[in-house]
């Protein structure tokens, strides 16, 4: 498995590694964790011109907080995303599902800006940032814009990040007291989603106060499924009302078919997963 | 399991010694052929057909030629008329259809990943750069996919000069044969009649270490290193099919990381390499990526198989008719033929009925040729029989235990002559049956279904019955012959005693992850009463292991094992003539024990180690006595060996998702004498593991052009440890008679046994919404639409054991369970 010929530039500083996007046009691509780049070019399903690799550029790891926010830097690897305790407490969904990310090796490599950039709607982490209400930022030449998620993912691996722009930092509304839960539905342990349901709900005085709810690979990006929000604000956190709200999963859902799962199946499962999910997640 | 320290005293046999291959493997000093690098070497990428069928109009390999580092790029059309033909050892019928098979495609490609061009470089990266200069014209030609099409006189032709898709027809008939009696007869007045379609999915073998070969001519001899199974047969053939001479070329497999028979083949890039290395009189070496393995090494299984059965309704069965349908892929490799006939012999089980016909139909299809695969027709039988029997037992609402216990041959009743021809020397089944019912706890289980059963839970509970036998030890040379395989089933060994008392035992036997070194060392021990650690195992290279015929079939213990302990007695043999002359008595008057010779009735004796010193000196010794202590045996096994045993699965599937969970696992294999319990144990589990990846995992599966789909390890689904439960394994042992040792085989015990255990499992748990199959393997989708199909069928789907009906031969899905 030997990859074409390629240049290969390892900036420090985001505004070289921008000026290295620039100056390598429009062949260029950003290696983040590798974890999806890098089988890629070796099996030459992908043969860049040059490529521009994030890791010395140590500015963009690490979580704080901002402005009532979380902000993740996309160099930061699932494994410290799992680990941080910013996001455990304010963003429980999200650690939650990065725990569910392939194995220990892809998860000490693989970062969290790569995966939302990769936007492979089998990815498990585009849904909770979904759900979660999360905003990219992007900086390019003209310097940084935030672009919120329901806008970053376009299509099956294609975001609004520009060809000269970079995903520097993924910022995350505080969700403090929010319970969660990410139901992922794969083959075998390693295998990504057939179809994943992020859920995060507030329970304020025996109700459900306010509810998120994200669909991986339902879809050619993350779905975020408003029905089933709407049908649960104000319920009680029952079972009853919760498999009443699943029922609306599939709404606006566009699911593919492949050897896994056929598109009807998939709504299936999205339905008998997001109970799961929010039977889970709400303690039911 | 783990490994016990142990004292001297002790025979070696029995002993859980912990590997000695191990501490260097694990700590990577490891010899792969990858890892050989040789002064002016070269390395061969090789570019492969992206279509499944298609004529070759045009290659243009002008560009690649003038690429940085290139050697030589060569075509089929430069090799024509020196490749030969790729061999095939196994003409099952006389008028088999072969096609011309060349190792790099001339004219046309028959499937996606065939080779089509060879690019020689200086380094790995611009070999396989020149692949992408090379410019192949294709003119597509219909493509042969589905295996029951393909049989039908209408279908597209693979190889248009045969005229036909289907390469033979073979069948057993035990009327015809004289084993018993006339099946159509039994299915006429039979009380209950099954019939059955089951499909054996395609499966891909991989094996961890990727192929590789590396090919030396500058010596006297050519060297070829290979990740091989079988060092022996690759000289034979490497010498038949480009006609060098066989004493010109020395083969060794060096470590190789695992085969499960993917490895047991003479593969075209083992010729290429040879052929390359010959072309430019320098070495060349091959290593293929994963993607490469995937498309181009051969897969394993392939079969639609229908049954009819015939029983009474007291579950006796009276007669079982098999048709076969088995894919053979493009091409036939080196025993793709034979591999489905194997199954003949196997579909009868560990049961006594009277009457069997076996056919089977060998047909080309576009797709990567087939062969061995772990277990190789006798878990595709295994399986067939197995979900039959359990047919059974929902038909008659009978236990599935006891439909076979009425069925099984009794302990009492080996040597039994089977209705397939087959002699079984020895078995316990109740035995066997009897401690996995009780470490199973079968009664609670069978008690937690009924409730949940009944409290309509989302996950019910099956539970699955395997109670298998096989036949391994290829095998009796006659037996072979009789089934017109091309080579004998012999094993050699030769003993030899080192002038300091050290001792090199020498096997025709191949490892590849088995642990013959660990086992073969035990087995020598304890025959000469040296220690352990004095033995050494010489293996896999034909210079230093100049005759056998390599490790497949659960062979190499029943064997080659058997082999080496019987050279080791002709050691001592030897040695007690060398001994008597020295200590001036008759050898009559010598025993010998724990390395040492003593004369009875006195305390004179002398050690074995004094007797090599002896014989390495040659100062004193019987008249005729040649001055070495070695001996070599050529042993022919009498019979096969049969283990056996009883699986049980407990499976949880929820009907909500179709997901199936593993919930417990117990099996206990009888596989006579244990040389040693770890790596039995080690067998045991990485066995359960295939098995239970084709019942719920693994497929190959080719999209309408004939592409692979599940071309890699992240679409071809291998589960890990993670996915699969923890196993609970014991073992009864009921000596095999057929060799001194007592041994059977036990490498593809588990993969046989387990499959029909866990769909079987699968099919129980959900076998009351009207679901009678899943085809394998057992995905949540599929499980999911069986149920679903039974649902909305359920007003007219009969109860399960409402009946001696019989199921619709034209409907055998009439749940929609297969999908």
Known sequence: ?284 | MTATPVSPSEPEIGRARRRKEDARLVTGRTRWTDNMSLPGMVHLAVLRSPVAHARISAIDTTEARRMPGVHEVVTGADLAERQGSMPCAWPVTPDMKTPYAPALAVEEVHFAGEAVAMVAARSAAEARDALDAIDVDYEDREVVLDVEAAARDDSPLVHEELGTNRSATWTFDSAEAGTGGDVERALRDAEVRLDRTFRQQRLIPAFMEPRSVLVDPTGEQYTVWSSTQVPHILRTMIAMTLGVGEHKVRVIAPDVGGGFGGKLQVTPEEMLTFLMAERLGRPVKWTESRSETMVSAHHGRDQVQRLSLAARADGTVTGLKVDLLADMGAYLRLVTPGIPILGALMFNAIYKFDSYRFTCTNVFTTKTPTDAYRGAGRPEATFAIERMMDELAAELDMDPLEVRRRNWINHDEFPFDTVAGLTYDSGDYEAATDRAVEMFGYQQLRDEQLRRRQRGDTVQLGIGVSTFTEMCGLAPSRVLGSLSYGAGGWEHSQVRVLPTGKVEVVTGTSPHGQGHVTAWSQLVADRLGVPFEDVEVLHGDTQSSPRGLDTYGSRSLAVGGVAAVRASDRVIDKARSIAAHLLECSEQDLDFSAGRFSVRGTDRGMALTEVALAAFTAHDLPEGVEPNLDAEVSHDPENFSFPHGTHLCAAEVDTETGRVRIRSYVCVDDVGTVVNPLVVEGQVHGGLAQGIAQALYEEAVHDEDGTLTTATLADYLVPSAVDLPEFHTDRTETDATSNPLGVKGVGEAGTIASTPAVVNAVVDAIRHYGVTDVRMPCSPQRVWRALSGARASSATAAESGGGLGSVDPDQPFPTGGDR
């Open chain 1, 1 to 284: 498995m030997i990859p074409a010929e390629f240049d290969y530039v390892a900036p420090s500083t985001v505004e070289e590694a921008v000026r290295a996007l620039r100056d390598a046009g429009e062949d260029a691509k950003v290696l983040a964790g590798g974890q999806s780049l890098l089988p890629v070019l070796r099996m030459r399903l992908a043969a860049p011109s040059t490529v521009v690799d994030l890791g010395k550029v140590s500015e963009m790891r690490g979580v704080r907080e901002e402005d009532g926010n979380l902000v993740i830097g996309a160099m930061t690897t699932h494994h410290e995303v799992v680990r941080d305790g910013l996001v455990n407490e304010h963003a429980s969904l999200l650690a939650l599902a990065t725990r569910t990310v392939a194995d220990p090796q892809v998860r000490h490599r693989g970062t969290l800006g790569g995966s939302l950039a990769h936007a492979d709607p089998a990815g498990d982490l585009l849904a909770p940032v979904l759900a979660l209400e999360g905003e990219m930022v992007l900086a390019g030449p003209q310097g940084r814009r935030t672009v919120p998620a329901d806008e970053f993912f376009v299509d099956h691996f294609t975001t609004a990040v520009g060809p000269e722009e970079l995903l520097v930092e993924v910022r995350v509304p505080k969700h403090t007291g929010w319970s969660a839960h990410y139901e992922k539905f794969n083959r075998v342990a390693q295998a990504w989603s057939v179809v994943g349901v992020a859920a995060t709900v507030l329970v304020e005085d025996g109700r459900i106060a306010r509810a998120r709810v994200g669909l991986t690979n339902m879809g050619s990006t993350p779905v975020r499924a408003h029905g089933v929000e709407r049908a649960l604000l104000g319920a009680s956190p029952t079972g009853e009302a919760v498999r009443r709200a699943a029922e609306r999963a599939h709404e606006g859902t566009s699911p593919g078919s492949d050897a896994s799962a056929d598109a009807d199946y998939r709504q299936h499962l999205a339905e008998v997963l997001t109970g799961r999910a929010l039977a889970t997640a709400a303690g039911v």
